[in-house]
T-cell receptor, first 113, second 116 residues
Framework: DSGVTQTPKHLITATGQRVTLRCSPR?????VYWYQQSLDQGLQFLIQ???????AKGNILERFSAQQFPDLHSELNLSSLELGDSALYFC????????????FGSGTRLTVV | AQSVAQPEDQVNVAEGNPLTVKCTYS??????LFWYVQYPNRGLQFLLK??????LVKGSYGFEAEFNKSQTSFHLKKPSALVSDSALYFC??????????????FGTGTKLQVIP
């Protein structure tokens, strides 16, 4: 157990639907990062939050949004889902910045049918 | 902009032989470099990092990596491969002089296959 908890582990949903992925960071970590891993595009950075505030944005679609709550857990919302959104979504956390590496959760596997 | 390249999609090595997984990077300043390993259906696990100091960095599970500034490389090595080392390996880089809370950029990954 890495200390980063992601739920659900698996999610199957239909095109056009909306889903929410949840991440609880490792105790003491203030930064949360979301990554999308697909076979054809590798590991893509989506977005980073630090202590409730958005800090960096990557290749995140407008249909996707995220937030970090006062208790530091984070949610990634994916809407108007398309088949191409099927992927593994990882959350990672770190204390402040990335000097000491990230701690990754085990991911949520999203399948859009 | 920072970037990292892993030129090999897959590396095959016989058990007991030394292994090398290659990584090159591009940043504007001195890099922070990382290696992660991903086993099937699992998240990425941190292996080792280079921030400053000795160019040879030792990490988990007997892995080490050599930082070479002139060649902008950070190759992952292990003297004797185990079948259990078979996994997907990611190199990552961060430019600490970008300011703010700069994200880490990951390579595309190299699949290591250790043959018994």
């Amino acid at each position: 157990d890495s200390g980063v908890t992601q739920t659900p582990k698996h999610l199957i949903t239909a095109t056009g639907q909306r889903v929410t992925l949840r991440c609880s960071p490792r105790s003491g970590d203030l930064s949360v990062y979301w990554y999308q891993q697909s076979l054809d595009q590798g590991l893509q950075f989506l977005i980073q939050y630090y202590n409730g505030e958005e800090r960096a944005k990557g290749n995140i679609l407008e249909r996707f949004s995220a937030q970090q709550f006062p208790d530091l857990h984070s949610e990634l919302n994916l809407s108007s889902l398309e088949l191409g959104d099927s992927a593994l979504y990882f959350c990672a956390s770190s204390v402040r910045d990335t000097n000491y590496g990230y701690t990754f959760g085990s991911g949520t596997r999203l399948t859009v049918v | 902009a920072q970037s990292v390249a892993q030129p090999e999609d897959q590396v095959n090595v016989a058990e007991g032989n030394p292994l090398t997984v290659k990584c090159t990077y591009s940043v504007s300043g001195n890099p922070y470099l990382f290696w992660y390993v991903q086993y099937p259906n699992r998240g990425l696990q941190f292996l080792l990092k280079y921030i400053t100091g000795d160019n040879l960095v030792k990490g988990s599970y007997g892995f080490e990596a050599e930082f070479n500034k002139s060649q902008t490389s950070f190759h992952l090595k292990k003297p004797s491969a185990l079948v259990s080392d078979s996994a997907l390996y990611f190199c990552a880089v961060r430019d600490p002089y970008s300011g703010g809370y700069q994200k880490v950029t990951f390579g595309t990954g190299t699949k290591l296959q250790v043959i018994p």
